[in-house]
């Protein structure tokens, strides 16, 4: 398993904007799958946005489309996700996933599909 370092959850108002991100500590960062998933109190954890390692492929949740963004630094070896036009249903833990030795160049969408797990970030927003 690789290190993950989730960070960057808070508390905002509706129609407010948060960036999340997760910092990794190996070098072979770029070869890896990586995903964001979250989950509510009572509910699954579910994807809201994934990316292949090359990342020429990404994911997105149909209720995150158009708001939220999934992109990778590799010189930061630090995977973001961008979230604008908050809404209350957004309120959950957010965790960031990694799978190190993907198959192949796909995005990987199910939480069986990753090894690694960051200690998920709170993010809450308030109507």
């Known amino acids: 398993q690789v290190q993950l370092m989730g960070s960057g959850g808070g508390l905002v108002q509706a129609g407010g904007s948060l960036r999340l991100s997760c910092a990794a500590s190996e070098r072979t960062f770029s070869t890896w799958a990586m995903g964001w998933f979250r989950q509510a109190p009572g509910k699954e954890r579910e994807v809201v946005a994934a990316?292949?390692?090359?990342?020429?492929?990404?994911y997105y949740a149909e209720s995150v489309k158009g708001r939220f963004t999934i992109a990778r630094d590799y010189a930061k070896k630090t995977l973001y996700l961008q979230m604008n036009s908050l809404k209350p249903d957004d309120t959950a833990v957010y965790y960031c996933?990694?799978?190190?030795?993907?198959?192949?160049?796909?995005?990987?969408?199910?939480?069986?599909?990753?090894?690694?797990w960051g200690q998920g970030t709170q993010v809450t927003v308030s109507s």
């Open positions: 990316l292949s390692w090359s990342g020429e492929s990404t």
């Open positions: 996933a990694a799978d190190p030795d993907p198959v192949g160049d796909y995005v990987l969408t199910t939480p069986d599909g990753y090894e690694s």
